[in-house]
């Protein structure tokens, strides 16, 4: 991806983690189910949790680096 | 006739004086009143000396300069610049584009005929 | 079973092992061995000093009394983090920058470097972390009573709960002050205390951890624990989990992870190296996902297997206790004990900053009549004991609450009071950083009613469990006034007492600082500081593109070079690179390379930021001329010299010649307004006078045409008329300014003076062509005012539209009206209109739209004065439209309207 796509990419990440966590989309999962022994509102959190987490990770050290930014490690 | 000196001014009473004691010192002048137009006479009558105010409109007498100075034609056209504004920064800026003397507004009407007589010298000598 | 004496031993030695980390830690950084320490993970883990006790014990008691919750004060804070590249990274790269060493150093910088605005931020923010502090003592308490409650023997369980609290805070107090403030770095960054933070981060986890696995193992498995929470009449499924709390709780964690102080200390001030933004925007969700993944669980394990009435904050502690695992117990105690360390040290330590600097020295240098301390003190000692000194003083503040809440309950909401108090920063910082014309008396204003609306919505409720007077004001409001009950302000009854208070205080605070930024205006060096913090990035790409081209020349360069290194070391640098080019001396054309070399150079010598200014002017050539960039060498060399004088050592040389050169750039800032200033008040003083003057020589000669005579004199009067009217305006203008009014007002007709000046002006608009339509509403209005400066103002305006309309069909309209009192003149026309970036200065002297305003007749004084008559008349004229032409309003209250005429 070009530098414009992943700064788009990143703030749609951004915005799109800030609505996976709020309602309406958290009400879809408030019912009395269990998924893997919890119920499925908790598992939801922390699958939504971790999808963003990876994401993070990918688009990371791929977003472009500016001048004045400092070495990589 | 051709042109000795082309007048850049867009003030009228100071165009009017400018006019006035140049003609009086023998030289055929012509008027210009903004920045385009500079550029365009210059081209068209080919003055020998040109004499630019720094505030025009549409072009600035930086500019004037610059594009003048840039064009082989115009490239060693004697310039006198004149300004209001008074500062050490225009002078230097325009000693740095190129301009041949530099006079600042109010003058003395003697100190502008004696530039644009030494402005017109190594011509008559050639 | 654990004797709780053996507690209190764990934790001192505790506390030592901390300090051997922050001693070797700092130890290593001195020799330059900063590898390990500088690595993106230590500084993820530093950050996480975000999980407090709050977190250790508060979140499962969160969990076991109100259910989901407790996640909400993680997801926050995990979006925050994901978002790095829009928020964060820009917070850093500012920081570096501007050298910013605190939330109240950030704000004041950006607005101006106002020290109102930095005082109030530290105000704010002391009182603000209280609650939290003291929910930290609150919770070692607790832990400590935990356990002898458990034990049932030893000293410490005979120690009533409030000495038991002194003593940790005094315990507490000693500890930062030893380990925070044994020296004083100019970056404000701490190595070692950043090394132990890091090192309790991994303790907390794996304490928490391990109760966790140890709640799944007892526990039979995830499955069996929720099972059994259900058959024991738990609700597991809490049915109200994502209501408007929920949403409060998001975007107050989200606002706290960068506006709590100790958050903005690690995140940005101890920040050694942005690119580790990349790391923490993954890794800090990550930590907080693994700190929060066995809250509920051994929430519901808990209230299952403790008996009924067990205190849910310490669940944590109670659990392995209960199951008669001392050593598991041991590890849970240092590890709250850890989260509550952590966050005190970095809290302490990031208030101190922010007393010391913004408080303590400004008072103590206008004590000594700014000649700094006296003779034989050094600043750096003044400066460690104004930190000692806040340290005791922000213990003390979360002691007293501490005491004075004691009766109140849970952690949690204690903690949430704290987040409240510092989110009123959080506007501020936004407008901060993306929003060019946020002002100074906008931020302070957003962030006085935020900090008021707090205080008496969230702040004060919790006095009241303890102090029957507060209890009474929240039922009654003060003096029975219905509407200012603290958690129903304005009749809002019925909302969750946080989100109320979040709501009123937040929204309040917004709008106060967009409204009043919109109202005024910024001084210079806000409009300089606005465009470092919203250009942060523009500006280097800029930059990077000038040196990609060789901007410079050479000689630029050794200018500039050769003032701070000498002449001679400059010849050296520039002789060894054309040199190695193989190029003469004087045919070098700088590469990029070279002059980041250079930069290096002079980094050497008066500091990286100063250099990178330095140069990165003659480079790019932009706003600053290359004379003002000799100026500031030359300042620069001059404070090296004096510097030197002093014998100072060369560290301290070179933060003072930075500084020196920091002011200097903003005096020039400040210098270039005034000289634009003067230098438009010559210009049009001078142009007049050279007409006069020439005119007058060629007069005092004998042989001049008695008709080129009678021109010349016309001429002159005409000028020296114009320079009369020139002066007029200045002084008019100054007077007005004043509040001086020359004129008398009284009940006068508009619509006459429009018609007065429509006939002046029908006349410039036949001379160039301009159609001038009139749509007037029949009917009279009168106005107080005077007659002819109303229709100085109109002519001013209409001939203004008439002359700089240059579209091809030209047309100027005047319309007039009568609307709700006010009588309304609108001028409009279909010119080119006013750019955007000039709209909100057209009204300012001398300034004239579209940049050298050449070829305008007006002094560009106008508008001005216009502006000032119509204010004197208790009328506003403004700009109305700007785009596609542009429309003036006058509005002037009407003093007697007479009925409309049919």
Known sequence: MDRRKLESAALFLTIFGALLFMPPLTLLFQHEQRVLGAPIELVYLFAAWVALIVAARWLGHRLPREPGEGEPD | ?126 | MLPADLIVFTAIGYVGLLFVIAFLGDRRARLGRTGFLRSPFVYTLAISVYCTSWTFYGSVGSAARSGLEYLAIYMGPTIVFIGWWFLLRRLVRISHEQRITSIADLLSSRFGKSSRLAVLVTVIAVIGIAPYIALQLKAVTSSIQAIAGASGGGAVSSIEEVWLALGIAAGMAVFTILFGTRNVDAKEQHHGVVAAIAFEAIVKLAALVAIGLFVIAAGGGLEQIFAKAEAAGVDIYTTDDFGSRWVALNVLSAAAVLCLPRQFQITVVENSNESHLRTAGWAFPLYLLLMSLFTLPIALYGLVALPPGSNPDMFVLTVPLNAGQGGLALLAFIGGFSSATSMIIIESIALSIMVSNHIVMPLLLRATQGRGPARGQSVSALLLNARRFSILLILTLGFLYFYLTRNSGALAPIGLISFTGVAQFAPAILAALFWRSATLKGAIAGVSIGFVVWAWSSFLPSFGGSSPEVAALLAEGPWNIGWLRPEALFGLDGLDPLVHAMFWSLFLNATALVGVSLVTSQSPLELVQASAFVDVFRRGAGRSLQLVRGGATAADLFFVVSRVLGTDRAEALFQAEAQQLGVGRDELLPSAEFIDRLERELAGLIGAASAHVMLSKVVSGDDISLEEMMRMADETQQAIEYSQQLERTSSELRSTAAKLEAANAQLLALDQQKDDFLSQVSHEVRTPMTAIRAFSEILREDDIAPNDRQRMVETIHRESLRLTRLLDEILDLSALERGERSFEVGPIDAEQSLDSALVVCEALARQRGVTLRTRREPGRAEVTGEANRLTQVLINLVSNAIKYNSSAAPWVEVASRVVDGHHVIEVSDNGPGIAAEDAGRIFDKFYRGGGTGSGQSGAGLGLAISREIIASMSGTLSLVRREGGASFRISLPVAQATATTP
Request: charged share 30%; aromatic share 4%; hydrophobic share 50%.
């Open chain 2, 1 to 126: 006739m051709p042109i000795d000196v082309l007048i850049a001014e867009d003030e009228p009473a100071i165009l009017d004086s400018l006019e006035f004691i140049l003609k009086r010192a023998g030289m055929v002048c012509a008027a210009v009143t903004d920045g385009e137009a500079v550029v365009r006479e210059v081209r068209r009558q080919r003055p020998r000396a040109l004499v630019l105010d720094v505030m025009l409109p549409k072009r600035s007498g930086f500019e004037v300069l610059k594009l003048l100075r840039a064009d082989p034609l115009t490239h060693d056209l004697p310039i006198l610049v004149l300004t209001a504004r008074g500062q050490a920064q225009d002078r230097r800026n325009a000693e740095e584009l190129g301009a041949t003397a530099f006079i600042t507004k109010p003058y003395a009407n003697a100190e502008v005929v004696e530039a644009v007589r030494l402005m017109l010298a190594p011509a008559n000598k050639g």
